[in-house]
T-cell receptor, first 113, second 116 residues
Framework: DQQVKQNSPSLSVQEGRISILNCDYTNSMFDYFLWYKKYPAEGPTFLISISSIKDKNEDGRFTVFLNKSAKHLSLHIVPSQPGDSAVYFC????????????FGTGTRLTVIP | DTEVTQTPKHLVMGMTNKKSLKCEQH?????MYWYKQKAKKPPELMFV???????INESVPSRFSPECPNSSLLNLHLHALQPEDSALYLC???????????????FGEGSWLTVV
């Protein structure tokens, strides 16, 4: 049962434009949401996170939006750069209990120069 | 500094070999993890250590044996593996074991394991 879903396996964006990566979840106990970026043959790199008490968190070119009522979050990258080309995983962590991350299946972003 | 270091980066082993993967973090984190990742799949949790004690074992076969010698080190001992165990093995750490805001899990670069 996939509790975190990324329905777009791939996304192509022109350099300088906005990239929007989407993520949906089903478990209302998720309290903390994270985005990781992964290059081939490397481990996931933490990018940005958001707590369930917020609806937006911004860090430089990266902004994460959370819509709790819709159980939806999105990652905006603006402006997109060729170095952003990677697989992006959305992950969620439940409140309390063990810190087990529930991952989406990833979206491969390609930024075209 | 959010660095988790893993060695070796690549390992090829036969099905009768015994080898170990090593992981180190110096962030003062009290929770450490082993994940397994296959190509084009998300990471899957294997083990979680909290304060050097094994807290979670996700029904991992006994041919994988974790060890936490101290709060900074985590090992994964491998014995009698199968070719289907070939994958990227990721070590990770977080400040605490409990889920929730601020308790970010940081991953190492991974160890690529090939079982022949």
């Amino acid at each position: 049962d996939q509790q975190v879903k990324q329905n777009s396996p791939s996304l192509s964006v022109q350099e300088g434009r906005i990239s929007i990566l989407n993520c949906d979840y089903t478990n209302s106990m998720f309290d903390y949401f994270l985005w990781y970026k992964k290059y081939p043959a490397e481990g996931p790199t933490f990018l940005i996170s958001i707590s369930s008490i917020k609806d937006k968190n911004e860090d430089g070119r990266f902004t994460v939006f959370l819509n709790k009522s819709a159980k939806h979050l999105s990652l905006h990258i603006v402006p997109s750069q060729p170095g952003d080309s990677a697989v992006y995983f959305c992950a969620a962590s439940p409140l309390g209990g063990a810190n087990n991350l529930f991952f989406g299946t990833g979206t491969r972003l390609t930024v075209i120069p | 500094d959010t660095e988790v270091t893993q060695t070796p980066k690549h390992l090829v082993m036969g099905m009768t070999n015994k080898k170990s993967l090593k992981c180190e973090q110096h962030m003062g984190h009290r929770a450490m993890y082993w994940y397994k990742q296959k190509a084009k799949k998300p990471p899957e949790l294997m083990f979680v250590y909290s304060y050097e004690k094994l807290s979670i074992n996700e029904s991992v076969p006994s041919r994988f044996s974790p060890e936490c010698p101290n709060s900074s080190l985590l090992n994964l001992h491998l014995h009698a593996l199968q070719p289907e165990d070939s994958a990227l093995y990721l070590c990770a750490s977080s400040p605490m074991i409990t889920g929730g805001a601020g308790n970010t899990i940081y991953f190492g670069e991974g160890s690529w394991l090939t079982v022949v």
